[in-house]
Structures are given as structure tokens and as C-alpha cells.
């Protein structure tokens, strides 16, 4: 267990061993030799080596196969396959301290058990959200008992002995959220992964080959157009990708799990794409696909991504033995037409369906098309061999996410939540402030992009289509 914690988030080549557990945290001066860059480190990093040396310490004296961190996490392994409940693995706990010849470093309880692993950045949040998917009670609202857009509680009615109903703390649905932020630190913890990290930066493709998402179009107009953020190797570039599956292996039950997924293309080619180098930030569990109102859940990741671009965050660099502040950039999306509709707000069904096109799509059925050949491709001239026309246009332009932005009226605002359930109430059409029909909007659009509209309005909007 120990190479394992040691081969995952790493060992920096400071003496890490020689960590006073009991000394203040945050305090630098335990550390010796200081950092390269002069500074020590700060608090959350100091917790997490602290605990790493909580893997070397013996579950009793002269124990050879467990360590106290290999014990807990194979008791949580335990737990999570066979379903056991919090009370019994608390039970469990304390019949262990009285077993074991030192059984006091183990947790008493399964709070403290999750909190010590907390420390590893495996911690998630269950966020309330509203049945109707029209908002989260996150934030500012995370009090709320109703939901302020169509007032249906949030939380299930309880039974009490008498018969009569109160207002319980039983939500109707749950959204779990696994924050971003510690992952992204936890590449850097580990020498060898931070080193990796640098690999877009320190080997340049030759002139004409496309092997990375680094030689891309896209990567080469964010350098170019924020050089602060291209001038340090370790700003990370980030990829989102979503889509639906029914958990139960059976089409005879109708359930939708939508997870989000985050990957890191820092990395070298065959490796950003990998299991282990893919970050599981949301997981959307509910009978029916949440549509157009995944905005409402995705406000999670981009209330850190905004952080993370604005800010920054203090992380320590274990390759380069210093502290630095880490930034980080979304670049594309990966889904399939259904979910790209989803995620960038343009339906991809019907007489609109391209997302290239726009309002531009032909409505012509055509078993090859001309459009997007060069200008003087012969096939333009050819009448017998298509629909007995010619095609002069050229390719539709992709537009920028300022002049997606500017389709919309000045005043719109999103309108979330679905329009009924076979529990609830249907709710009347939804209408925009000026009290059109959302289907009367311009175009094919059913929505502002969050991913546009809160992330900056300079993104392209084809890095959000692709």
C-alpha cells in the first residue's frame, strides 16, 4: 500500500518523512530543505504529506502486511461492495480498537474514518436539486426548503406516528459533486505525473504533423490570446465529456445516469485519455435525461473553472520542488449529437439540425454534398451528378461565442426545469422576459450556453461543439 500511495501522489524530494505530525500545520519551518523557490508550503499541502506518513506507521508493532492507511482504505473497499450500512462499520470500528494490540489509531467512528481519507482528495458533496431540475440548493440557496422557480418542495414529505405529514430532510434528488480543484493538485503531488504534466510544452510536433491537442488550431489561439496563461508549462488545458446510460442492464426499466467527465490534456497522447487520468466531476442520477437543464448541474464545474482561470490556485510541484499557482482552461467538449444539443443549446433535430450551419442548414436532401469542397472543386459545376444545380457558397463560418451571445436578446434569461412529471403538476409554456415563447427565439436555440455565457464570451463557439 505505502509504493502504491507513493507511486499516486508522490514523495516531493523534501524530507517529507521528517514531518513532525504533531508539530502546528502550515508550519514551514519542520520542513528542511525549504522549497526551491524560497517559500514553504502552505497548509493543505503540509496536511497531505502529513498523511502520507500515516501510511508508513504500523497497524501494531510488528505487523508486516497492513499499514494503518492500507487497513482503512480495504475496510472502505469492504464496506462500498457489500453495502454495509454507517452504523455497523462504526460498530465494526470499535471492535477492532478492542482487538487489535493498538487499535487506538484506528478512527472511532465512520465520520472519522471518512475524514481521514478526505485528506487524499477523494471526498465528494450530495447537493440537493430540485426534482424539477430547475435549480440546486447550492450556495446562496442551500437553506431552501422549496424550489424558488416553481415552488415544489425539495425534500420528501415524513410520517409520523400519528398519521399526520411534516416536511422532511429527505431531498427528492441528489446530484454528487467531486470537486475538481483537489484532483488537478494530487498530478502535481506526484513527481513523475508532474513531470508529465510538462510534456506538451517540452516536445514540439515537427512542422506538419498533428499528434496532440497541442498542435491544434484551437490550443494555438488561446496561447496566442491569453500569453499569461501559455507562459507557464503547468497551467492545465481541460476537456469535457458527458452522455446518459441505464445503470440497470435491462431496457424493461427506464433510468437515466448522466456522469460528467473531466480530462487533462497536459499529458502526453497516450495518456490523457486513459482510466486513471479521468476525472469523474458529476454524476446526474435521475429517471429521465436532464436536457437542456444540465446547466443547471454544470454550474458546479464552472463556478471552480472560473476560479481556477481568474485566480488560481497555490499548488505545490513536486517535479519542480516549489509552489506555483495553478491555473486551468477548458478547451472542448466531447459527446454525440444528442448531448452536443445538451450542452451548447442548439437542437440537433429538425429542420435546423446542423450546429455548423445555423440558420444557413440546407434543407436540400443530397446523397454527397458540395459545400464544403474547395471553390474550384469540379463537383460545384456538376448539375447531372446532384440535384441539377450548381453551389457557389462557400462553408458556413464558425462563429465566436460573442456573436453566439449577440442571437439572443439583450434581456433573455434561461428558463430551467421540465415542463411536467407524472408526480407533479405541468407547468404552462415557459416565456421569455418579453413574453415570447422560448421556441420563438432566433434560430434553433433553446438557451444560453453556461459554458459560454459564465466561462467568457471570447470562446469560440466551435471549441463548445466539438
Request: charged fraction near 25%.
Amino acid at each position: 500500500m505505502q509504493e502504491m500511495v507513493h507511486d499516486a501522489f508522490g514523495i516531493p524530494p523534501i524530507q517529507a518523512h521528517d514531518i513532525d505530525l504533531d508539530a502546528p500545520l502550515g508550519d514551514g519551518h519542520n520542513l528542511d530543505p525549504p522549497l526551491g523557490d524560497g517559500h514553504t508550503l502552505d497548509e493543505e499541502t503540509t496536511k497531505f504529506f502529513k498523511l502520507l506518513k500515516e501510511a508508513e506507521r504500523e497497524l501494531y508493532p510488528g505487523c508486516q502486511k497492513f499499514a494503518l492507511l492500507s487497513f482503512i482504505v480495504a475496510l472502505m473497499h469492504i464496506k462500498c461492495l457489500c453495502g454495509r450500512s454507517n452504523k455497523s462499520f462504526t460498530m465494526l470500528l470499535k471492535l477492532l480498537k478492542k482487538a487489535l494490540p493498538e487499535g487506538e489509531i484506528l478512527p472511532n467512528s465512520f465520520t472519522a474514518h471518512r475524514q481521514l481519507l478526505g485528506g487524499l482528495g477523494l471526498e465528494y458533496h450530495k447537493v440537493h436539486a430540485c426534482p424539477r431540475d430547475c435549480m440546486l440548493y447550492w450556495g446562496e440557496d442551500a437553506k431552501r426548503v422549496d424550489c424558488k422557480v416553481c415552488n415544489v418542495p425539495g425534500y420528501k414529505p415524513e410520517e409520523q406516528t400519528d398519521g399526520s405529514k411534516k416536511r422532511g430532510k429527505i431531498p427528492q434528488k441528489i446530484v454528487r459533486y467531486f470537486p475538481l480543484i483537489p484532483k488537478l493538485k494530487r498530478f502535481y503531488s506526484s513527481k513523475k505525473t508532474a513531470g508529465l504534466m510538462r510534456w506538451h510544452a517540452e516536445n514540439p510536433a515537427p512542422i506538419g504533423i498533428s499528434r496532440h491537442p497541442v498542435d491544434s488550431d484551437i490550443w494555438k489561439l488561446y496561447d496566442n490570446l491569453h500569453p499569461d496563461f501559455a507562459q507557464d508549462p503547468r497551467n492545465v488545458r481541460l476537456g469535457l465529456a458527458s452522455d446518459g446510460f441505464n445503470p440497470y442492464r435491462t431496457m424493461t426499466t427506464t433510468y437515466s445516469i448522466w456522469p460528467v467527465v473531466m480530462m487533462t490534456y497536459n499529458l502526453p497522447p497516450w495518456l490523457c485519455m486513459k482510466q486513471p487520468y479521468m476525472m469523474l466531476t458529476l454524476l446526474i442520477d435521475g429517471p429521465k435525461s436532464p436536457g437542456n437543464n444540465i446547466d443547471v448541474y454544470l454550474r458546479l464545474i464552472v463556478d471552480e473553472m472560473k476560479k481556477l482561470w481568474d485566480v488560481g490556485v497555490n499548488t505545490y510541484d513536486a517535479f519542480g520542488n516549489e509552489m506555483f499557482k495553478m491555473r486551468a482552461l477548458m478547451l472542448w467538449t466531447i459527446n454525440d449529437l444528442p448531448t452536443l444539443a445538451m450542452l451548447s443549446g442548439w437542437s440537433t433535430k429538425g429542420y435546423l439540425a446542423c450546429p455548423v450551419c445555423l440558420d444557413e442548414t440546407c434543407s436540400r436532401w443530397l446523397v454527397h454534398g458540395r459545400r464544403w469542397l474547395e471553390k474550384d472543386h469540379k463537383f460545384r459545376y456538376e448539375r447531372m451528378s446532384f440535384d441539377g444545380t450548381v453551389e457557389f457558397r462557400p462553408c458556413p463560418t464558425r462563429l465566436s461565442g460573442r456573436e453566439v451571445l449577440a442571437m439572443f436578446p439583450a434581456n433573455y434569461v434561461n428558463k430551467f426545469g421540465m415542463e411536467g412529471d407524472e408526480d407533479l403538476p405541468v407547468t404552462k409554456k415557459r416565456k421569455t422576459r418579453d413574453g415570447e415563447d422560448e421556441d420563438d427565439l432566433q434560430g434553433n436555440w433553446k438557451k444560453k450556453n453556461i459554458l459560454i455565457y459564465r466561462l467568457g464570451r471570447k470562446i469560440r463557439f466551435d471549441t463548445i461543439l466539438m
